[in-house]
């Protein structure tokens, strides 16, 4: 049954493949920053109507969820989960489906995520009366913006009518060739939270700092205080990072200036280690500044979590890709301090999040580069892999 499913999943993806291409050239064409993806929301409702297939729309913001349900009877819900969103770069890519819109790029992936999953509906609705259980499609917004597509999405009630066992992600990975995917149970990606701080004071000339309070020293001691976080203060065994990437002092050589703003972000591989830092970051910004005469305005606001691989989970889809690919071409997958806000749906429900590689005889960048872009062949794998192991949870 196993090799005879394989086959048929296969030659399905072989038989669709320009189709899902062009599905990929479409978006990569037509990007959508975080939260308007109005146009690709529509553009993946005329497909699911032209095939039939039932879903709701503008679930937390542009969201899809689509639904499959397989003819024979079975309790049995699996969700498959593609993100939509692109990013503020300017493409240099020289290709004839270069990005129409300015200033905005498919430079993460997202553009073959949602191809490959309209491709796995196809193939998945094709086969309904060959399976038994009810297969979702979740399409998602803003997965890289604030709050995150996929926390909104739960918010708006996604899975009310219909309730998964189990989610299933994947992602576009450049250190990886064609052909190949990554699985790795347990904690993948790190939770990451925002840190802004305000540094006030009464600033002045820089000749004469009896009569005044510095703002860009209290801010400065404050960021090195903070690294002593990690260093002191967090479990070492536990890993964090806490970087600052924007420091405004907008004074001059001889002026204080009277605010200074910081802004950071905080990454955690465990959740209580993150709840743990949170207070400590607020207690030493606010005393450091004291100690300078300055006050300080302190947020840090809650990112997104974890992303937790369920190890039986992740047990099952890697054993089930082995099947489908063959045991040299699933590997492990090193950890992150990236996050994902998949993290959402890992912390609520049994998932697995895996890699798909990108690497072939087309150039590509890193991910977030100006010159991101996968090889199409890599599109046969996201497509039969993801339909292979929802297919196969299902028992066809």
């Known amino acids: 049954m196993s090799k005879n499913l394989v086959d048929i999943v296969t030659e399905k993806v072989k038989k669709y493949h320009d189709n899902t291409v062009a599905h990929y050239k479409h978006l990569h064409e037509h990007p959508e920053l975080s939260f308007e993806e109005e146009n690709t929301s529509l553009y ?11 879903y709701r729309n503008k679930i937390g913001g542009f969201g899809i ?17 593609a993100d939509m969103d692109a990013l503020p770069i300017t493409e240099e890519n020289d290709i004839e489906f ?3 819109n300015e200033g905005v790029m498919h430079a993460c992936g997202h553009d073959t995520h949602t191809a490959s999953l309209l491709g796995a509906v196809k193939i998945i609705n094709e086969m309904k009366e060959e399976f038994a259980g009810t297969i979702l499609f979740i399409f998602q917004p803003g997965e890289e913006k604030h709050p995150g597509g996929a926390s909104l999405m739960l918010k708006d009630g996604i899975f009310d009518t219909y309730k998964p066992d189990i989610i299933i992600g994947q992602h576009a990975y450049i250190d990886y060739p064609v052909g190949t995917v990554g699985f790795e149970p347990g904690t993948v990606m790190a939770s990451a939270d925002e840190v802004h701080i305000q540094i006030t004071g009464n600033g002045g000339h820089g000749a004469i700092p009896q009569d005044l309070n510095d703002t860009v020293l209290a801010a400065s001691q404050l960021v090195v205080a ?25 004074g001059a050589t001889n002026v204080i200036p009277n605010t200074v703003t ?27 500044a004291k100690a300078y005469g300055c006050e300080c305005n302190i947020e840090v606001y809650d990112g997104y979590p974890c992303t937790y691989n369920d190890e039986e989970v992740t047990r099952m889809a890697k054993a089930f890709a082995v099947e489908y690919l063959g045991e040299d071409k699933v590997k492990g997958l090193p950890k992150r301090m990236t996050a994902e ?10 998932t697995t999040f895996y890699r798909y590689g990108v690497i072939g005889n087309q150039k590509c960048t890193g991910l977030h580069t100006s010159t991101f872009l996968i090889d199409e062949e890599a599109l046969k794998t996201s497509v039969g892999t993801i339909a292979y192991l929802a297919l196969k949870y299902c028992q066809l």
């Open 98 to 100: 270069k990005s129409k």
């Open 262 to 288: 910081l802004a950071g972000s905080l990454r955690c591989m465990d959740e209580e280690e993150r709840k743990k830092l949170k207070p400590i970051i607020k207690d030493i910004a606010i005393h450091t």
């Open 341 to 350: 806000d998949f993290g959402f749906f890992s912390q609520l429900y049994p």
């Open 226 to 250: 903070m690294q002593q976080i990690v260093s002191r203060r967090s479990n070492p065994f536990k890993p964090c990072v806490l970087s600052f990437g924007k420091f405004i002092a907008d």
């Open 65 to 81: 969820l689509a639904c499959v349900k397989g003819a024979k009877p079975s309790s049995k819900t699996i969700a498959l989960r």
């Open 44 to 54: 993946i409702e005329k497909q699911l109507q032209e095939w039939g297939v039932e």
